[in-house]
Each structure stands twice: as structure tokens, then as C-alpha cells.
């Protein structure tokens, strides 16, 4: 373990100060290189799995080793995924460390594993979130479950963000649901039964129809020149010919699986119940992690398999981002429960992830990954810290806690970082990922973004007003005795208040690695649609700074965005568009700085 | 002038070896009968549960060589010798029987079954402390009917293992003398039973009517050459149709169903594990045999009443479940919706259709053994408790059988990395391979309503508190339901994650149109000098038994060692007085 770890720090290091050409980075992917033996993505299925047998082998009355041995599996996880992000070749945008194994020899399914930039991240998060949710909420009862349940649930989510093969990608993706329904139905609160049923069917109703649409894309476009089936997922996305009409249909079975998954409005009423009743590593892993598989499913299996169909549908599904994001932001307003709050909130988060992926562009695409990253790690936190909070109170009604913020102002100042992340306050994560999405929308289609700029204030709202009546005012009788966090409370959330700070202020290492395979993901967009040019109304360059009128001549040029005619309107470019463009601009150059 | 010398006798040609794995299964039947009726109860009831376990496994064993020979194999396997045996397909006995690759492994299915079967009925009748040796031998019968149905090449053979198979489980399904229920159930299943029978006798009838004949290789041959038109078409119609009614009371598909949630309920439950396993496998075997091979070019005909009733069978049992507070119940009716399942490769027609029906049939005995293993334990002594109240909080008192259950029913659900899943993407890749991808998006759905049921048993296992009245004991598993268990659990996990070795296998295993091998006349000699090529037409030939199936190629005759001067048989047929069709054609033409 030395090595790849002093090869991590090293690497990291090293990336993170300079570009790509100092000679530490070199070392580090030598290192990789000269250790071609070990498997690294398949030890990313497999450490968790492996972990989850070790424990379903011990004993019930073991409960401390129990946990150690999740504790150790996620950490080890969790460190080859910081490995993989040292190593990982950042000018690359295709796949990296790529694996392949004949699984079903006779139709064509392999063991395919690999990630790009836009994976890459996933992984990471996967890696860093489940040990974090492991330190921070222990299960009062039946531990043996609880810790095989999340060591499966971890195997699975790196599943699906590793595969290159739709049967592997679709048996992982559905392998998430049973480890999560019993985390819910077992240690979860209140109507837990009733979530966790809701929570099962649902997904699983959701990605029925996508089992018949990866066979039919498997039988019809996997096709080679044998005319035979594969399920291989690269082959399948270049050589893949099917007609236009066939190719909506399956992005539309596709598409509805992932669309209860992010949740995308109005298939979203399964998350607050489930978000509300699990346990508090459930809450996590399912806010931090599991939405993030609809929203990855959007861009690998969606964007990058059906092109055309994506470009088709992409009104549909931004305005039901949009609506995400108001509805969202209103409904978590009207919530009395602080759980369910923050569960509404994430329907609202999500909404920008969905909206960013079907702007159709690289700042749209690139923030939406940001986003899902950010999301994560600040979701991830709030539902921690609302773990402590209903361990100490047992209770998330609003209107039972007031005035924490006098008996525990640490808790409260914790809250409070991750709350401003949330509602997106330049300087910490939450504001960055999306700030891009704006920008992205705003140049395919500008009254989209307007609405879901609405959002943001929204956000503020809803925050700011749950963290008045919980935090602020007098502690009464009941709220007195709240205890300060502890410091191996707090410990946990140390990694994540260092994210969020880092990726607010610095976001070019993430940016820098995620740009790449966006960048080819939008070429291969554009070769497959005929037609398609990438939407930058009005030309990256001048929002980054360049001429402003001389660029509003060129933008109306290029504003042939086919198939988009809805906003015609909004799109058409012209002198009165000079004002937004002009407070954009000097935002854009403060944040993504480094990027441009 | 006789065309052959009178001593030539017509015997049907048999391969011993294509019938082994039955005559094994008889004779150990049998056998287990005699002893058992001679030892008057002296002999201890383990020795028959052993008997009965050897039997399977020698009929499984036999199956192995010609497993090997069916796929030509260049190797030899046990006493199959290529350099000796014949290699592919082939029938025997007339032709009424076929070896394939489809037949052989779902014998071996069967024989496989039928051990963790026996395993489950000597863990129960040791916690009933019954005798009953007879559960052993009916089972062992019924699955030989059920090895002679999946074997069957004729309409009239498949009758045959049907009421082999079906009278042997009328009994075993009212063979728990205390409950009034299992008597109810025997009769129910023997009248719907018989009915079905008699839709199926008259099928063939009207079958016969259409196309001179039984056998399925005349059936397809005969629907190849000829449009049937008229009243010919109707009778073709009318005995499809009633095969297919048949057929379907058989493996309760709706709207036939109705009988076996009731037969499930009453049947001691460890018969219910051989009802839904080795019963649904003979059945459906049968019925692709029929529809798929025999009924290939009137698929037109067939098709939609199958998907028709694939959709009636997808909701219908999904939804049925629903309301059921009866866990035998819930599962029967999980089981017709199963049915409707495995008839997406039924459907499919095609070979990807039958490895999906194989694939299905194999992962889905190893599920349903294994419920129905729970199901028998967890129904403590008596075998009473079978409400959805007795399950209430056996994860906290019985956590490995809850836990095994749960798998079982997870599985069952099409969780990814179990057979169900496996079986259930065999099945809709067969759907959309046929062109029918809307059907597997009904068959999808219906599978998450069904979910649901899984669920409700999931639940009230793991998240529910015992009532009042629930038996809070311990489940014990006696060490013969264990291996059952145990077979069961590996089996469903193996085809789970490494489906690759039976997709495989399934692949291999399509019924095959195999022409009956020709009438013993001689064996083809070396020195022959005058060889002639017969082909007999559909009419048949004197001195043959019944109307030959179709078109015959008698292959290569030697003349001489017949007796025959080729210059008279010339003769012959230039006369045109044969009063059969006869076409000739000599290597060494005389004169």
C-alpha cells in the first residue's frame, strides 16, 4: 500500500500546483505503468464486495469488527479512487485503464470497465463519501446488515460509474436498490416500510423499460457486421446505425430510468420520503451518490449513445429541469421537517444538473458534473450534520428547535458553511458548479436560465429562513441541553468543509480534468447529429471577456441550433442581449479564472 | 409378388441409449414400489429418500453420454464412443422419441430436480414421522412422464407423459391424509387435470384430421409442403387451439389458472416444489416442442394467442398475488406470472426463444425449489402455517432460513446477479430478437408489480414485529432440506454472476427436426452391386405399421442380400401396380 499511496500524495501534489508537464506527474503515471498487473478499476468493484462477504462471514455477536472491516474496505475503496485521480492521465479525454473480460461469451458481454474525466470524479466522490458516512452515523441495532448492506451498496455505485458494458452498467445500476431499500425499511425512522417500498418500486419501475431498450439497442445497434448482438458500450456509441424514431424510443426508456433516479420532476415523489426516513449513511450515500447515477446515466447513456434523440428531447427535459429547480425551491420552503427540507432542496439541485447536461454545451456539461460533485459533498454534509442534530434532539421539526446556534455554535457554524454552500455563495463549492450551468443554459437558451436563476434566490429563501427558526431566538426547555459537536463528530466533516472551500476558490484541477472528455463528448455530438453545432449563442470568447459587439454580429451567425427552434425567440441574438452579456462577463473571468 | 421377402421384419429401430435416463427412472420406481411393499415397514424411511436420490442420479448419469452424442462430441464420455455411436440428433422407437440437445438437458433438469425434490420430501415426512414411501415412487413416475414429455417427437407419446406425469400428481397432490384441503386439492387438479387432458386428446384428433398424422416430424414436414385450406385449415385451427388450451391448463397460464392456487395451498408443500418445478419444465417442453418445431410455419396462427395469453399471464398473476395473505397462494400465483414470462421465448419462436425458455426453466426450478423448501420448514409440524402473519419477524427468529428466503425471493424479483435476472433478460432478449419488444415491456412491468409481492414477504420477515399468534420457534433445517437448500441458493448464484457456461449450454439445447431413422431392413453391405434409393410417399407402404410419417428416404438398399432381382423391380415400377408411391433410382441400373 506504500507505494500507490506516496505515488498519490506525490501525484496530487503535483497536478494540483502545475500543469500537466512536471516531472513528479510523470513519475506517478510510471508508476502505474510499471505496475501493470494490478487491476485498479475491477479493485474498486471488488474491495467493497469482497468487504461486504468478509462481514456476512463474521459472526453477528462481532460487532466491532463489523465495523471495522466496512470502515477498512471504504477507506482502502476510497484510496484507490484518490490513486486513480493522481494517475489519471489528464489531457486524455477518452477512456482510461481500461479492463475488458469475456463474461456471456455467445452474446457478446464483457466485463468492460474504464473511466474518463467525467467518471473519474464520480468514482472519487463514491470513494470519498461512503467511509466519510461510515465514520459519521453508527446504526443502533443489527449492525452485521447495516455495514454488508453499505459495503454492497459501495460496490455497486462504483459499478455503475466504471462500466463500458449495458449489461454490466444496468446490473450494477439495479444492484443499488436492494442494499438502499433495507438501509431504509431496516434502520430508517418514522414510516420507513412505506419509503422504502416507494423508493424500491419506483427505481425499479423506472428502469424496467430500460432493460428492454440496452437489449434492443444491443440487438439492433450492437450489431456488427456478423450481425450479432454486444452490449459494449464504446462499440455500440460509434458504430451503432439505427433509425432516428427507433433511437428516441430507447432514449426514452433510457431516460426514464435516470429521470426517477436524479429525480427529475414530477418523477421525484419518491425521494423525500426515502431521503427523510433513511438513516443518516443512507441519507448520505443516497443524496451524495445515488441521485448522481441518473444524472451520470444522462450524460454517458444518454448524450453519448443518442445523440440525435438527446438533442430532441433536451427542451423537454431543461424546462423539467427548470420546473425542478422552482418546484423544488417552493415545496422545500413550505417543509416543517428539516430532513425533508434538504431533501427538497436536492430536487432543486438536481434540476441544475439536468438543466447544464441538456444546454447541450461544455459549460453546461462541465458545471453539471461540478455540480454533481458539489451537491454531493455539501448534501452529503447537511444530512450528516442532521444526523447529530437527531441523534442529540430526535426530532427534525422546525418548529421544535430553536436557538441552537446559542448552545452549540460550532454545530451552528458548520451548518451554516454548508448551508451558504448550498444556496450557491460565490467562494464555496455550491456557486460554482452552478454559476457554469447558468452560463451554459443561458447561451442555448437564455429565458431557461433566467427561470432557473429565480432558483438560486429561491434557495436563499428557504435556507436562510430554516437556519432563522432553528438556529437563531432563544433556546428553549428542550433545545438547552443540545450538546456542542464533538470533535469525533466533527472530524468527518473535516475533508468535506476542506472540498467545499478548495473547489469554491480553485475549481481549475477538477475543471481541467472533466474539460477534456466534455470537449469530445460534444464533438462526437456534433459528428452524429447532422446539423448540430455546439450552442454558444454568443461565442465563448466574448462572455469570457472578448469584444462585446463585434461578438453579437458573430453570435447571430452561428445560432443555428438545430432542432431548437422553441426558443427562436430568445436565441435570436441582437443588441438587446448586450446587457446580460455584460454583467456575465466579469463574473465569468473572476471564477473560472484559471480556466480560460 | 412380395416387394420384400416376408422374413423382413419391420421393427422400429431402438437406441437403448436415448432411453436410458427413463428406463432408469421407471425401474428405480418400480423397484422402490416392490421393496417397499415386501419390506412391510421394516426397511427405515432414509433408505428410500437414498434410493430415490440414487435413482435421479443414475438417470442423470446415463444422460451424460448422450448428451455427448447428441453434440457429436469426439471425445468419448462415459460409454459413448464416437467411433461407434451415430453423432446428432436423432429419434428413435419409430421416431416417436428424439434425442436432442433440447431433450437431454431438460432430462438432466429433471433428474436434477428431482434429487433436491426427494431431499425436501424426506426432510418432511422425518418431521411428520409419515412412511410413505409411495411420495417417492409417485414422484419418481411423475417425473419420468414428465422425461418422456420433454423426449416426446409424437402428439400421441406426449399424451402419454402427460398422464404418466399428471396421475401420479393428482395423487401426490392429495397425499397429506389429515388436511381436508389436500384431498380438495387432488381433486381439483384431477378434474381440471382430466379436463385439459381431454382438450388436449381432442386437439390431437382434429390435428390428425388436418394432417394424416401424430408424429410432429410429419406435422412439420406436411405444414411445409402444403396450404391448408378450407375446412382442412379450420381443423388445423381448431387442434391448435385446443392443444393450446391443453397446454396451457397445464402450466396455469390465464385465464386457465384458476385451479392452482388452490392445488398449490392444498398440496403438502414439498410436492408443491416437484409440481413447480419438474411439472412446469415436461410442460413447457412439450409446448415448445408443438408450437415452435411442429407449428413452425403456422406461427402466424399461434403467435398472438400466446402473446395474448403472456399478457394475461404477466399482469394477471402479478396482480393476483396482490390481495393473497396465503404465502403457498402468493407464490402460485408469482408462478403463473413466471409462466407468462417463459412464454416471451415460447412466443419468440426462434432458437434464441428456446435457450430463453431453457435458461428460465433451469434458473426458475432452482428458485422455486428453494421457496418451497422454506415455505415446508417454516410450515412447522403439520404443515399449517402458511399465512403471511406466520412470517412476521422471522428474521429475528430464524434469520438464515428468513435470510435464505429473501434471497430466493429477491431472485425471484429479477435482482441483478441471480438467475431470476438472468432468466428474465433471456426472456426479453428473445422478445425484442422477435420483434415483440412491447410484450417485454409488459413482461417488465408486470415484473415490478410482482416485485411488490416479494416485498410484502421481504417485509414482514425483516420489518414486521410477530403478532400474538405467530410461532416465534425456532426454524430448524434438517440436514436433507440443508443440501436441497443449499443446491438451490449455489445454483441460483452461479447463473447470477457466470451465466456464461449455461447460456452455453441453453444454446445448444433446440429441439431438433430429426427425421426418424429407417426401418432395420438390412444393414447396408459392402459388396452391394445393385443399390436403389426409396423414398416413400405420404401414403405409407404396405407391410409398414401405420402411415409412415411423411416422406421417407429409405437411404441406400443392397438388393441382393433382400432377395430382389432388380430387373423385376424394374418391372415393377414400370407397371405402376405398386399401390404406393415409390421413387427409384438405381446406381447400377439393370441390364
Known sequence: MGGPITAFASGLLAQLGNDTTNGLVHESVQLAEGAPGFPLLPALVFTPLLGALLIGLIPGSRAEL???????????TGVFSLYLLAIFDTADPGFQFVEATSWVSSLDI???????????FMVVLTGILFPIALFAAKPEHNEKGYYLWLTVLMAGCMGVFVAMDLFLFFLAFELTLVPLYFLIGKWGHGRRVYAANKFFLYTMGGSALMLVAIVGLATMA????DGGISFDLVKIANDGEISRDVARLLFVGFALAFAVKVPVFPLHTWLPDAHTEAPTAGSVDL??????????????????????????????????????????????????NLKRLVAYSSVAHMGFCVMGIFALNSHGIEGSVLQMINHGIITGALFILLGYLYKRRHTYE?????GIQKVAPVFAGLFTLFMLASIGVPGLAGFVGEFLVLVGVFMAHRWWAVVAAAGVILAALYMLWAYQRVFHGEPDEENKGFGEIKLKEALPLAPLVALVVFLGVYPKPVIDRIQPSVASLIEHVEAQVPGFTEPTSQHGSELLGGDLDEGSGDGVSEDDVAGDDAEGAGAAGGPDDDEPQATLEGVTVTVTGGGS | MELF????????????????????????????LTISSLGKGRIPRPFYALWAVLTSVGSFITAIPLWAQVHGWEDAVLWYDPEVD??????????????????????????????????????????????????????????????????????????????????????????????????????????????????????????????????????TDFLAANVLLGSSGLMLLLGLGLLIVGFAFKVALVPFHSWSPDVYDGTPSPLVTFMSSVVKVAAFAGMLRVLVMAFESAGADWRPVIQGLAVLSLVGGALGAIVQSNVKRLLAYSSISHAGFILLGVEAASDVGTAAVVIYLTAYSALVIGSFTVVTLVARSGDRLHTLTDYQGLGRTSPLVAGLFTFFLLAQAGVPFTAGFYAKFSAVIAAVDAGTAWLAAVAMLSAVIAAYLYLRLVVTMWFVDPAAETDTSHVGVPAAAGIALAGCAAAVLWIGIFPNTL?????????????????????????????????????????????????????????ESLGIDPAELEAMLEGGDLGFDVDVEFEDPPG
Open chain 1, 66 to 76: 463489523h465495523r471495522a472491516t466496512a470502515i477498512i474496505t471504504a477507506v482502502v
Open chain 1, 110 to 120: 464483457k466485463f468492460i470497465v474504464g473511466v474518463d474525466g467525467i467518471s473519474l
Open chain 1, 222 to 225: 450492437g450489431a456488427g457486421d
Open chain 1, 287 to 336: 443524496a451524495g451518490v445515488l441521485l448522481k447515477l441518473g444524472t451520470y446515466g444522462f450524460i454517458r447513456y444518454g448524450l453519448y449513445l443518442f445523440p440525435e434523440a438527446s438533442v430532441w428531447a433536451a427542451p423537454v427535459l431543461l424546462t423539467l429541469g427548470a420546473i425542478g429547480i422552482i418546484y423544488g425551491g417552493v415545496v422545500a420552503a413550505m417543509q416543517k
Open chain 1, 398 to 402: 422546525i418548529a421544535k428547535l430553536s
Open chain 2, 5 to 32: 421377402p416376408s422374413d423382413a421384419v419391420f421393427t422400429p429401430d431402438v437406441s437403448w441409449v436415448a432411453l436410458w435416463p427413463m428406463v432408469v427412472m421407471a425401474l428405480g420406481g418400480l423397484l422402490l
Open chain 2, 86 to 219: 451415430p453423432t446428432g440428433p436423432f429419434s428413435t422407437v419409430g421416431g416417436v422419441i428424439a434425442a436432442d440437445g433440447f431433450s437431454v438437458f431438460l432430462t438432466m433438469l429433471i433428474a436434477v430436480s428431482m434429487v433436491a425434490v426427494v431431499l425436501v420430501i424426506e426432510a418432511y415426512l422425518d418431521r411428520e414421522q409419515d412412511r410413505f414411501p409411495e411420495m417417492f415412487a409417485l414422484t419418481m413416475f411423475a417425473a419420468l412422464g414428465g422425461m418422456v414429455m420433454v423426449s416426446a417427437n409424437d402428439l400421441i407419446v406426449l399424451l402419454l407423459g402427460l398422464e404418466t406425469l399428471s396421475v401420479a400428481a393428482y395423487v401426490l397432490a392429495a397425499m397429506d391424509l389429515r388436511r381436508v384441503q389436500s384431498q380438495e386439492a387432488g381433486f381439483k387438479y384431477f378434474v381440471l387435470g382430466a379436463f385439459s387432458s381431454a382438450f388436449f386428446l381432442y386437439g390431437i384428433a382434429f390435428i390428425y384430421g388436418a394432417t394424416g398424422g401424430t408424429g410432429l416430424v410429419h406435422i
Open chain 2, 503 to 559: 447460456t452455453d449450454w441453453a444454446e445448444r439445447s433446440v429441439p431438433a427436426v430429426v427425421q426418424p431413422a429407417p426401418p432395420n431392413l438390412v444393414e447396408s453391405g459392402d459388396e452391394a452391386d445393385a443399390d436403389v434409393e426409396f423414398e416413400v410417399g405420404p401414403d405409407g407402404m404396405p407391410g409398414m405399421p401405420g402411415p409412415m410419417p411423411g416422406e421417407m428416404d429409405f437411404g441406400e438398399l443392397d438388393l
